[in-house]
């Protein structure tokens, strides 16, 4: 059994139940920090963790109005001179091993600043070390290349930022219905998207087996899902993956488009008048011989190749629902070169470099 694919597909039924049972998820912490004042949010973690950041900031804003800066925890230094008074902390680790995340919440609380862990149990050493620690419902996924606790860390921010806002007045309940109306609507499509992604992929898989480089664009909220599934494919493969915004591969970048580039190219939104420049992308990437697979959110690209998701119709969803169908691409690809996602590549690599405790 691919026990990745598995794993992925257990997603429909996690964001339901996350969904469904976001009170209970979040009562402790809103309790805790009801009248707290904030007026930046950080939210720090490496790899998976730094892209759920990146998926859930846009959707924490509008509900608590307030900016929102996902960083790695090796770059915090860059807010040395920004004036700390109203931060908000929030590390993130799914598996709470993370040794940068680890250290850098033992260096906030040593200056008697508040931490809130998002990880994937009460007794993580990043949940101990913490000051409250919300755990992460998604159960074991005991293989390297993390899809559901990255899913369940992007959407328990967005759950705790809606029950905090809503509590403290800052998230109208227009906003509040609207994103848990998407949220439902999300989670009941996401058994259509693996299925239809589940097609593309062994219509796709063929002529990627021998693929050198692969890219990902995309812009806008579905960036965060961009770069969590370039780095799916890039941990399950073995091959270079870069994933770029769309607006600046278009500045320079696409002078390394040639007969050897595969991209994967996740559209704006139908009503977006970057669509039409995306479909004028593909079209020059075809005339010099690369590799286009377009993949959109309820519009068809009319493209070979091509991939139409069922949509949520929340732009602010977007990376939810791109990330899906490049996970299950990690998943079946890799399974196709003979690689087992369920082993390490390196296992002694994390102890050597002390990147996990």
Not at 266 to 278: C, K, N, T, V
Not at 339 to 357: G, H, Q, V
Request: net charge negative; aromatic share 8%; hydrophobic share 40%.
């Amino acid at each position: 059994m691919n026990r990745m694919r598995g794993y992925i597909e257990e997603q429909p039924a996690l964001v339901r139940r996350m969904v469904d049972e976001r009170s209970s998820l979040c009562a402790d912490f809103v309790s805790r920090f009801l009248n707290t004042p904030v007026r930046r949010i950080v939210l720090f973690g490496s790899g998976s963790s730094n892209h759920a950041a990146r998926m859930a900031k846009p959707i924490l804003e509008r509900a608590l109005g307030v900016e929102v800066t996902p960083i790695v925890p090796t770059r915090i230094r860059e807010l040395d001179y920004v004036d700390e008074t109203g931060l908000f902390w929030f590390a993130i680790s799914q598996s709470g091993i993370s040794t940068n995340t680890y250290h850098l919440i033992r260096s906030l609380r040593a200056r008697a600043i508040p931490v809130t862990a998002v990880t994937g149990g009460h007794d993580t050493p990043v949940a101990r070390c913490a000051d409250c620690s919300v755990a992460l419902p998604c159960g074991e996924e005991d293989i390297g290349a993390k899809t559901k606790g990255q899913v369940a860390s992007a959407l328990a921010l967005i759950l705790l930022g809606l029950e905090w806002g809503r509590a403290r007045g800052t998230c109208s309940d227009a906003f509040y219905e609207e994103m848990i109306e998407s949220l439902s609507m999300l989670s009941d499509q996401m058994e259509q998207s693996l299925r239809c992604s589940a097609a593309w992929c062994d219509q796709v898989i063929p002529q990627l087996k021998g693929a050198p480089h692969l890219y990902v664009l995309a812009k806008g909220n579905a960036q965060g899902g961009a770069m969590e599934g370039a780095l799916k494919l890039l941990e399950t493969t073995y091959r270079p993956v870069t994933c770029y915004e769309f607006e600046e591969y278009l500045h320079g970048i696409q002078n390394a488009l040639d007969e050897k580039s595969w991209i994967f190219l996740l559209m704006p939104d139908a009503d977006d008048p970057d669509f039409d420049r995306a479909l004028r992308l593909i079209r020059f990437i075809d005339s010099v011989g690369g590799h286009a697979f377009p993949i959109s959110r309820g519009r068809d690209t009319g493209w070979p190749d091509s991939l139409t998701l069922p949509t949520a119709g929340s732009e602010l969803l977007a990376s939810f629902e791109y990330v899906l169908p490049l996970q299950l691409l990690s998943a079946t690809l890799s399974a196709a070169c003979g690689i087992d996602t369920a082993k390490r590549r390196y296992p002694d690599f994390y102890a050597m470099m002390e990147s996990k405790l």
